[in-house]
């Protein structure tokens, strides 16, 4: 072996256990993103669908006669 490849081997022994240590932060962090982006599309969709179909629904009006109230309240 050259004397270059043995220094490079060194150097990848020596930074070895920083690289592992990253490639787990790195993989943990997908675990807990990737299911976040997931559930945050997922609501969001499910939020639209029920706004959407709230809209289209025929909204129905209700007649309310409040005389017999107004005339209690005016008879104290």
């Known amino acids: ?9 060194k150097e990848e022994k020596k930074n070895r256990k920083r690289e ?3 490639t787990k932060r790195q993989q943990r962090l997908v675990k807990v993103i ?5 559930i ?3 609501a969001w969709i ?9 809209e289209q629904r025929p909204v129905s009006e209700v007649q309310v006669d409040l005389s017999a ?5 005016g008879g104290l």
């Open 69 to 73: 109230i107004s005339d209690y309240m």
């Open 34 to 38: 990737v299911p976040i982006i997931v």
């Open 40 to 42: 945050v599309i997922a």
């Open 1 to 9: 072996m050259s004397q270059a490849k043995v220094d490079r081997y």
């Open 20 to 22: 592992v240590q990253k």
């Open 46 to 54: 499910i939020y639209s669908g029920v706004t959407f179909y709230q």
